[in-house]
């Protein structure tokens, strides 16, 4: 310790002055000290409450959204997988009406990060053109709720990589009428999101 705080703490000031001296010497220090406190307690909280997702899906309908929906869907689907306390069902519901919600759609596309897809006929075949789509777990001779044929979209070999929202009996309490349901090529969490389809469809 400095000989002159020594002299300060040693002297017959009252205590109030000699505080406001040791303040004045250490303030800056204590205060570098306690913001580094706190960056580092933030930092911990984040890693011991960070959570890694089971299952991403990505719905993209012109002119609706609806938040309400979007944590019912969450949780139903949770339900499916079962995921652990350190896993999450991340689910988004996007307006296709909004002018930045394309960009958005072709970046979680191109870099792999959603699952299972829910959109309109033509991105559903610009998806198939351009990555391609998963062979669907679903039976061809399977039938809706209403007990017609399920409309499907087969690939060169026939083989379902796309099926009708209108047609799974879930997505009619969400009012997600005319939508094609499909998973990306090389999805991060394939297994999940077959599960979660074949759970939907039989």
């Known amino acids: 310790m400095n000989l002159r705080v020594k ?45 890694d997702s089971i299952l991403t899906v990505g719905i993209y309908t012109q002119g609706m959204s609806n938040p309400v929906a979007t944590k019912s869907m969450k949780r139903e689907f949770q339900k499916v997988l079962v995921p652990n306390k350190k896993q999450e069902v991340v689910v988004t519901w996007n307006d296709l009406a909004k002018r930045d919600i394309m960009a958005k759609f072709l970046g979680t596309v191109n870099d ?21 789509c998963e062979v669907l777990p679903v039976n061809t001779g399977i039938r809706s709720a209403s007990g017609k044929k399920m409309k499907q979209y087969m690939n060169r070999n026939n083989h379902i990589i796309g ?34 389809i074949r759970s939907l469809t039989e």
């Open 7 to 51: 002299k300060v703490l040693k002297s017959d000031q009252p205590f109030r002055q000699k505080l406001s001296y040791m303040w004045m010497y250490f303030g800056k220090l204590f205060l570098v000290f306690v913001g580094l406190l706190v960056v580092l307690v933030f930092f911990l909280g984040q890693v011991v409450t960070r959570k």
């Open 112 to 132: 792999h990060s959603v699952d299972i897809l829910i959109t309109n006929e033509k991105l559903f075949k610009q998806v198939e053109k351009d990555i391609g």
């Open 163 to 196: 099926i009708k929202s209108d047609d799974v009996e879930f997505f009619k309490n969400y009012q997600i009428k005319d939508q094609v349901i499909y998973v990306p090529k090389k999805s991060k969490n394939i297994s999940s999101a077959m599960k979660l």
